[in-house]
């Protein structure tokens, strides 16, 4: 039976997190000491999705800028004025 003052929920599990029974993330979320290792996967598998959802949504920024200069250039732009500009869309 636990003991001691309610102290929140955990955002593992959903239950509430006794005072005998809690932990702390490394980015201080409160959390049984029994869901910890749960809430650091979580964490590091939200960390990485965020990560390359900024990458991917570079890498689109880079093709969008891209088709672009190829767009103006079919459509009888000269291309030796685009070198920089590909160049700084590349180096983003
Ligand atoms: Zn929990």
């Known amino acids: 039976m636990p003991d001691g003052c309610i102290l929140g929920e955990c955002p593992v ?6 005072e005998c029974e809690w932990d702390i993330t490394s980015d201080e979320k409160m959390v049984h000491e029994k869901c910890l290792l749960e809430a650091e996967f979580n964490k590091e598998k939200t960390d990485i999705v965020v990560d390359l959802q900024q990458r991917i949504k570079k890498k689109d920024e880079q093709i969008q ?3 672009l200069v ?3 250039i079919e459509q009888g732009a000269n291309p030796k004025f685009y070198r920089d500009r590909v160049n700084s ?3 983003l």
Not at 13 to 18: A, E, F, K, R, S
């Open 13 to 18: 599990c959903g239950d509430l997190i006794w």
């Open 65 to 67: 800028g891209l088709l």
């Open 70 to 72: 190829i767009r103006d």
């Open 89 to 91: 869309i590349i180096n």
